[in-house]
């Protein structure tokens, strides 16, 4: 296999190992807070809603470091350890815990950002200028498929169930974190770019080597380009708030749908996942397109 070949294949594994693990952690976060309200416990007083804020603050805080994890660490073993504590979150649900609970919500706002810069890292030392498009749009898609895998296995499995029991929720977040474990596991089979590679590492290495301490960050987030952009980033996590954790839970709360309300989750994250997964296969078409006509 040739330089080219192998660069792709990382891509594809990349975006299987994503694949598996947020078809894990997606399909947790969407039916957390409904589980945690059939949860039947008086010693149990955590809130999926509290959990998911204290993830994307720490992530948010968190991402001015990640660097320098991954730069000492490497990316590989970056993205591995950051998989086994979003297992860690996952199982946690099999028998929850409230100290257990918001100590690995912290945990995994630190491994969502170490695992994230890794990801960006891998993606560019096996990307070129002219095929960067091309690999972001592969992992994207594969990563999407996610939401369709993880919320169809919800709803087969709830399918008919007024009130979640213990049993459902054991059954359904031991699979889970099974699933996720073979995602971590999956970028062991990442193998190292040859070394003539990517117009697009050394940015990127270079990125990652820089520290935060020396004022960088800041002037960046200063600019006129980053203010601007703030905004619609703004706007996107409020409505990835919105579909990820807050329309599922108010889905399997109405009880005008009777006992298809729980299964019912499923089926929103379902639709969610086809849409986000048509739109980056657009992506890809109009990528080969665009390419096809520079050749020519």
């Not at 968190?62 to 860690?88: D, E, H, W």
């Not at 095929?131 to 592969?138: A, L, P």
Request: contains cysteine.
């Amino acid at each position: 296999m040739g330089p080219d070949g192998k660069k792709l294949l990382n891509i594809v594994i990349l975006g299987f190992g994503f694949m598996f693990m947020f078809t894990a952690f997606q399909t947790c976060g969407n039916i957390e807070q409904t589980v945690i309200k059939s949860f039947n416990s008086t010693e149990f007083h955590g809130s999926g809603y509290t959990s998911m804020a204290i993830i994307y603050g720490v992530f948010s805080a968190s991402n001015l470091m990640a660097p320098s994890v991954v730069t000492l660490i490497g990316p590989q073993v970056s993205m591995f350890l950051s998989g086994i504590l979003y297992s860690g979150y996952i199982a946690m649900f099999i028998h929850p815990l409230t100290w257990s609970f918001y100590t690995a919500s912290v945990l995994v706002g630190v491994a969502a950002a170490v695992l994230w810069t890794a990801q960006g890292n891998v993606l560019a030392i096996n990307s070129t200028d002219r095929s960067i498009g091309r690999n972001s749009g592969i992992f994207w898609s594969l990563l999407q498929f996610s939401l369709f895998f993880g919320n169809l296995y919800i709803y087969c499995a709830w399918h008919g169930h007024v009130h979640i029991t213990d049993k459902d929720r054991r059954t359904v977040f031991i699979s889970l974190t099974v699933i996720s474990l073979v995602g971590c596991f999956l970028f062991f089979l990442i193998r190292k770019p040859d070394p003539e590679s990517s117009s697009g590492s050394e940015a990127t290495e270079s990125l990652l080597q820089t520290e935060s301490g020396d004022g960088s960050t800041d002037r960046i987030s200063v600019t006129k380009e980053m203010l601007l952009l703030s905004a619609s980033i703004g706007y996107t996590g409020l409505e990835l708030t919105f579909y990820s954790g807050v329309y599922g839970t108010c889905i399997g709360a109405m009880t005008r749908f009777g006992s298809d309300a729980k299964s019912l989750i499923g089926i929103s994250g379902i639709c969610i996942g086809l849409g986000e997964i048509i739109g980056k296969v657009k992506d890809l078409h109009s990528f080969s397109y665009y390419s096809w006509k520079l050749e020519i």
